[in-house]
Each structure stands twice: as C-alpha cells, then as structure tokens.
C-alpha cells in the first residue's frame, strides 16, 4: 500500500515538476515538430536511431542526438519507469547557444550557470 502511494506521489511529481518524458515515435527521421517536454526517441526494426527535443535553454533550437553505436559521437539513453530519460554523456552544443547540460531522469542540469537573457 505504502509503495503504491509513494509510486503515485512520485508520478505526480514528475508530471508537477515538468520533467521531461519519452515519447517513442517509429522511423529514423524526427518528426518536423517536436511536442514541448517531450524527448522524441527514434526506433525503426527495434533500433534506437536518435533522440530530439528542444533545448532547455529557451532559444527554440532542436537538438538531435544519435544513439547507435557505430555512430560518433553517440549518447546512451536510459528511461525510468516514469518514462523520463537520462542521457550521457553530456549535452554540449557547439554552435547557436552553446548550452552544455546533462539530462538525468528527465531533468536538466547545467554545466555551469546560464548567461542571464534580456
Ligand atoms: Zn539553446
């Protein structure tokens, strides 16, 4: 009884907290709009091609990661079971805002602290 009270609680904190969520879509191309905290995650014949969402940073970039081994570089993807992802390493964009971030169990946590936005 206590597990599944705590199971709800935490369910609700997550949905309450924003965190990000999976969204598995077919295909091996993100689909043109990317719904907002969603990681769309790319699964074709049961292989993981890549994850997408938009960048926490606010600029409205979309940020796309692959996921298949051969690739280089790759990211690894893990999903709780409240369906949030983490991903590593980290996130580091090398162009646009230059945000660099982990993803961890749906959350962002940033490198370091984010240029205030006027
Ligand atoms: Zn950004």
Not at 5 to 29: F, I, K, P, S, Y
Not at 40 to 65: Q, R, Y
Not at 91 to 110: A, D, P
Request: proline content about 7%; overall charge positive; charged content about 25%.
């Amino acid at each position: 009884m206590i597990a599944w009270l705590q199971d709800v609680l935490e369910r609700l904190a997550a949905w309450w907290c924003g965190d990000l969520r999976v969204l598995c879509v077919e295909g091996d191309t993100l689909p043109l709009k990317i719904p907002q905290k969603r990681l769309v995650h790319m699964v074709e014949d049961d292989v993981s091609w890549s994850v997408g969402f938009t960048c926490p940073c606010g600029c409205g970039d979309v940020i796309e990661l692959l996921l298949l081994r051969i690739a280089e570089p790759h990211w690894s993807l893990s999903v709780d079971r409240f369906g949030r992802p983490t991903l590593h390493p980290s996130i580091w964009k090398k162009t646009g805002c230059k945000s660099h971030f982990w993803l961890r169990s749906g959350r962002v946590v940033w490198a370091e602290p984010q240029p205030k936005r006027i």
